[in-house]
């Protein structure tokens, strides 16, 4: 399979064909499929590195696209909404989207968006030497060589994203982390006041590590600033 195989699932079908005439001399080799099903079926049989989804789709809706892809792999997906539409956005991350990108959008920002996604998923082809060494703070053990994150033990599943926001945080731990970096390492963006989504990540990474609001939480927020990864004797101090 080549390395830079993309799969475009979009009902409009003009839309498509620009985007895969634009993504082509970037180096990325396109595939286009124009309706829910199909594209399930699409993402599920073939061997993409990324998928580019749209919400509003024919026969099953992006979402549903989203849930079933999610049950089956961790390939990264991109979701298209429309511009305005914050409750897509939220929706689409809560159930396993990397991204969204809001329509109509660049070319180029599809590209930039498509690039930084596949960085932070570890497409982007580091050497092994390159690779950070393993880090474990109390139960939990991060190591970004397999990108295998283990809980008591236990192998945890995360997306691209919240495997990075993970690192970033247990590397820090014990230290507050702003938004604005965790957005800057983790986003691979500039950061926005208006821009929601690494709450949200943090929020799904909280859950699977079975975080609530007591002071047992091993991710903390700083109110204003950002948040702190609880070393295992600050555990039950609150901030």
Excluded: W
């Excluded at 929706?91 to 590209?111: C, H, Q, S, T």
């Excluded at 963006?189 to 943090?202: A, E, L, W, Y």
């Excluded at 295992?232 to 101090?237: F, L, W």
């Amino acid at each position: 399979m080549p390395l830079d195989r993309i799969l475009v699932i979009d009902d409009d079908v003009e839309l498509c064909s620009l985007v895969a005439e634009f993504l082509g001399p970037e180096g990325f080799q396109v595939d286009t499929v124009h309706d829910g099903k199909a594209g399930l079926e699409r993402a599920i049989a073939g061997d993409y590195l990324l998928i580019v989804l749209d919400v509003m789709l024919p026969g099953m809706n992006g979402f549903d696209v989203l849930r079933r892809i999610r049950d089956k792999s961790k390939v990264p997906v991109l979701l298209l909404t429309a511009r305005g539409e914050d409750v897509d956005r939220i929706v689409g991350l809560e159930i396993g989207a990397d991204d969204y990108l809001p329509k109509p959008f660049n070319p180029r920002e599809l590209v930039a968006r498509i690039r930084a996604v596949l960085r932070r998923s570890g497409a982007g082809g580091k050497s092994n030497s390159e690779v950070p060494e393993p880090v474990r703070i109390g139960e939990i053990e991060l190591d970004p060589a397999t990108r295998v994150v283990r809980y008591k033990g236990k192998p945890l599943e995360l997306t691209s994203v919240e495997f990075n926001l993970l690192e970033v945080l247990l590397r820090e731990a014990g230290r507050v982390v702003t938004r604005e970096r965790l957005v800057d390492a983790v986003l691979n963006r500039k950061f926005s006041p208006f821009d929601r989504s690494i709450d949200m990540h943090v929020s799904k990474l909280r859950k699977k590590l079975g975080d609530s609001d007591n002071s047992s939480d091993h991710i903390k927020t700083v109110r204003g600033v950002g948040y702190i990864f609880a070393r295992p004797r600050e555990a039950g101090h609150a901030l």
